[in-house]
């Protein structure tokens, strides 16, 4: 476990505001449960930069650490908590959708155009990766677009759970196939 990683998971609200990190450095984070397993939801000063989904909390913050080097990594309930509440909420029934302010910024151009129009994919809807490389206007980039879904760390905030294969047959998730099974099956009923 790296240095990084310990003291980000080792920072509670108060002693993060007593080493004073500037507001951009910082990157605040909550977990918690859900019937998909463990949830961590993070915010930069701009808005969800994170939703991640995993067995453990440990494996959440080491991916988390993982995807912003650089950050000062706070972990508050108290400062996250509603946004996680809002996560949980939408696990649980997806028709009441996910009205968050997601930061985005991670990502390159292209992957950002990907993001942006997978959002555009209503709950209970599914596309392909060719439809979707069709849709950014590259219909030869397929891979680039699968690639776009799997550097996404917003998870259900920008739902590349809802992209298959062109048989209709799931295809990998970087939070496992089996809640990407389970996403699509419950925004089906919703």
Request: charged share 25%; net charge positive; hydrophobic share 45%.
């Amino acid at each position: 476990m790296n240095l990084h990683h310990t003291r980000a998971r080792r920072v509670s609200g108060e002693a993060a505001a007593a080493q004073a990190p500037t507001a951009r450095d910082e990157v605040v984070y909550a977990t918690g449960e859900s019937t998909l397993g463990k949830v961590l939801v993070a915010r930069s000063p701009v808005g969800i930069c994170a939703i991640l989904m995993g067995d453990t909390e440990d494996e959440l913050a080491t991916d988390l650490a993982a995807r912003f080097p650089n950050r000062v990594l706070v972990s508050s309930r108290s400062r996250t908590g509603d946004d996680l509440g809002k996560v949980l909420r939408f696990i649980d029934k997806p028709s009441t959708g996910l009205d968050l302010q997601f930061d985005m910024r991670h990502g390159t151009a292209f992957q950002r155009r990907v993001w942006d129009v997978l959002r555009t994919i209503p709950c209970g809807a599914i596309i392909t990766y060719a439809a979707l490389a069709r849709r950014i206007g590259q219909a030869e980039a397929v891979r680039a677009v699968a690639n776009a879904c799997a550097a996404n760390a917003i998870a259900l905030g920008i739902p590349c759970h809802r992209v298959l294969r062109s048989d209709g047959t799931l295809s990998g998730y970087r939070w496992g196939v089996e809640r990407k099974r389970a996403l699509i099956n419950k925004e089906a009923l919703s």
